[in-house]
């Protein structure tokens, strides 16, 4: 019997930001392998002009809670979706809502962030940080609270190359960044964030660090754990391999470059690509809760999710593989044949970008106008650009990440948790974990059935042909033009063609003497 599972049963959970990709997962997980727990509650906002209720409704109803409600055919009495919006006070929570959370909540996990790149810090701060802080205010008024697990980033502190499993002290108090935002209007943050963010590539790093170290501070007599999960891919294993739902980090280009509109990259191929499958951080997330709970550690531990050090992989044959797939199961419509080139020096990227990205947007363009088309391509490649242009950090350095207390962990299990739980990434075939990836990024993003995939070929051998008449035109013009201009290439044009015949005229005559 799993003591991680049975540690689950009869609690109340707590999760904030279960609507997102890694709260989706960990909710699955928690009700397959725990059906007896007591409750799940969730912090939801509407969206989208759907209720609360209607999200989750949509969300238990998706592919990914299939297999739960074999095990746990109420699934949707276990949730509990509690109206709640982070950015306001108190979270906008009802009275009694309040009260339910603050009596009975047992375990806490901290998912909910914002997770863009480009947030004004103003917003990111709202969320990354000050959400965190009145998080933890609430989880000081549980009586019954036994662990509170936030969920930061392996690269809250990508300014540094080493990274152990501490909280780095940040420039700026996050209190005082805190009580400034309520003053300062919105121009002069802009002007001032790039000076705040300092080192780091974006207000997302940033004030995830932030919200560490409001963590470290405010913790008070709380058991409290954090965990760093590098860049989170699709599902390894569970509940079914290549499960995706969102176009963040990998998975966005994983499309771009499937249907052909990526096809080179400003990134260092020996860079190690720290992916880490989404199951394995809910593994780690559940056995962290209850060890966190159970073991109660005197001080706050952090636990580097990452898979760098233990099972590397890196971009170049992570392209290469991507590359593969795509020719075994090509995704459907491609713009151009899929490729995967890499450079890392800027000025042979902007030259890629011109020619292998700009170039045949505008061409298609120019064709979509002629047929009486609205022009589309060059808006979508700028904005492709811009995004790969912000993920460029991540993919031309490499990290390395201290990994003791997860190890201590997963020594600490029982055998069946280490099986249940697992979260040993050494285990992971790449080439396989990739291939489901792929197929993953097909199906559940972009809805492509497997029955297409013969047309799909078809159709890339026909982008082949195109590609082969093209550059065989351009080279005939760009000729053409040189000889008409110039001397040198007529002469090297008549000493081809004469040398061609000459050639051809001996094998005719030897051909002819053995007759
Ligand atoms: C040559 C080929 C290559 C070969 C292959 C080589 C290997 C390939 C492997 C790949 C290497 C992976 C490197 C990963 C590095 C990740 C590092 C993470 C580190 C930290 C991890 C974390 O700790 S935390 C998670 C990370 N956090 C994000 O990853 C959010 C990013 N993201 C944003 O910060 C915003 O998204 C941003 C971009 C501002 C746009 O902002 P924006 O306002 O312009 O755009 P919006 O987001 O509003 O979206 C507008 C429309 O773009 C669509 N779209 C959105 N994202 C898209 C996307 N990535 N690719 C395409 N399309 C995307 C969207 O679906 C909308 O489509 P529509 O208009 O039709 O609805
Ligand atoms: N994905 C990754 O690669 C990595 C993620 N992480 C961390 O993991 C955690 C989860 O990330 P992930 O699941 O990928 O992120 P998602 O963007 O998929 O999910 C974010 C969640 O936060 C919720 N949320 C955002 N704003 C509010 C708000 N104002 N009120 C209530 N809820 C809100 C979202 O709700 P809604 O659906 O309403 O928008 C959503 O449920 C984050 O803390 C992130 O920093 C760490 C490393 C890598």
Known sequence: MSMIAAFYGGKSILITGATGFMGKVLME?????????????????PKAGQTTQQRVLQMLNSKLFEKVKEVCPNVHEKIRAIYADLNQNDFAISKEDMQELLSCTDIIFHCAATVRFDDPLRHAVQLNVTATQQLLLMASQMPKLEAFIHISTA?????????????YPCPVEPKQLIDSMEWLDDAIIDE?????????????????????????????????????PSIVGATWQEPFPGWVDNLNGPNGLIIAAGKGFLRSIRAAPKAVADVIPVDTVVNLMLAVGWYTAVHRPKSTLIYHCISGNLNPCNWGKMGIQLLATFEKVPFERAFRRPNADFTTNAITNQYWNAVSHRAPAIIYDFYLRLTGRKPRMTKLMNRLLRTVSMLEYFVNRSWEWSTYNTEMLMAELSPEDQRVFNFDVRQLNWLEYIENYVLGVKKYLLKEDMAGVPEAKQHLRRLRNIHYLFNTALFLIAWRLLIARSQIARNVWFFIVSFCYKFLSYFRASSTLKV
């Open 29 to 45: 997980k928690l009700l397959r392998t725990s059906p007896n727990l007591k409750v799940i509650y969730i912090l939801v906002r």
């Open 155 to 167: 690269f809250s502190n990508c300014n540094l190359k080493h990274i152990d499993e501490v909280i």
């Open 192 to 228: 001032i964030t790039p000076k705040l963010i300092g080192d780091r590539p974006n207000t997302y790093t940033y004030t995830k660090a932030l919200g560490e170290m409001v963590v470290h501070q405010e913790s008070g007599n709380l058991n409290i754990a954090i965990i760093r």
